[in-house]
């Protein structure tokens, strides 16, 4: 069943089966999400919004990635407010949905593929999944991680992923808690949680993961407005910022000033 009227998505692929909707992501090979996917994703995510019989949106990436977080070169000043104002505006969508929302898992798991798989309800993964946040690495850091991490793994497990850059293995992300379940088809788990939800009304659904997080989301709203200000005023002025990205783009170590 295709959204009405269907958009021309090239980032993400989209497919409608009640009371299932699932958006996958398609940049290969590594399903970057940029700009264009961003934007891509909030348009599928309001039209899934008001179909009454779906209840349950599913972001899957590739057997190759879920996905290796969000475009590198975005993240410089220049373009830093409108990367951060299109990913969160992803972000916030999810956050509000009221569909419940799994993320399907495979290999890299990372960045803003990570803060994604984060905010979703459920997360199923393959045992060679990997979780992390390397942002540190480039002298920059993940708002939505700094804001939502903590809650869900403990905040001594969130500082160490978030300040040094740490991956957690599968296993890991699943003893921690930032995974529901393991699987080697983690589809096989979507499945299975899908027909438990397609038993269940879509309206008492919404209605209860509205009283769920009616606590997180008011101190999730605060947190990432605050993030975002540190981010913008501050981490994007810094000489460190700059040259993180420019060493990533370059192939090289970066070189630090502190500054």
């Known amino acids: 069943m295709p959204l009405a009227p269907k ?13 299932i909707a699932r958006i996958t992501l398609s940049n290969p090979p590594l399903n970057v999400i940029d700009l264009e996917m961003m934007g891509e994703m909030v348009a599928a995510l309001e039209q899934i919004e008001v179909l009454p019989q779906v209840s349950a949106t599913v ?15 975005a993240h410089a000043p220049e373009t830093a407010r409108q990367m951060l104002t299109a990913f ?3 972000i916030r969508a999810v956050v509000s949905s009221r569909k419940v929302t799994i993320a ?5 798991c990372l960045g803003g593929g990570a803060e994604l798989a984060l905010v979703c309800d459920v997360v199923y993964a393959s045992p060679d999944a990997v979780f992390g946040f390397p ?19 403990g905040q001594k497990l969130a500082a160490e992923m978030i300040l040094t850059g740490r991956a957690l293995t599968a296993t890991e992300a699943l003893n921690a808690g930032l995974a529901n379940a393991l699987a080697d088809d983690p589809e096989t788990l979507v499945k299975e949680c899908v027909s438990r939800i397609s038993q269940l009304s879509p309206a008492a659904l919404a209605m209860a993961k509205k009283a769920f997080y009616a606590w997180d989301s008011m101190h ?3 947190g990432l407005a605050r993030s975002e200000q540190t981010y913008l005023d501050e981490l ?15 192939k090289r170590r970066p070189r630090w000033t502190g500054r």
């Open 59 to 73: 972001f899957a990436g590739s057997e190759s990635a879920f996905s290796a977080g969000v475009d590198v070169p």
């Open 104 to 108: 399907s898992v495979r290999r890299h």
């Open 88 to 90: 969160h505006g992803v």
């Open 7 to 19: 958009p021309a998505f090239r980032r993400i692929a989209v497919d409608v089966q009640a009371p």
């Open 220 to 222: 999730f709203d605060k």
């Open 135 to 153: 942002e540190i690495k480039l002298a920059c850091f993940p708002p939505v991680a700094c804001t939502a991490l903590a809650p869900v793994v």
């Open 236 to 250: 994007v002025k810094t000489e460190d910022s700059r040259e993180g990205i420019a060493a990533f783009v370059e």
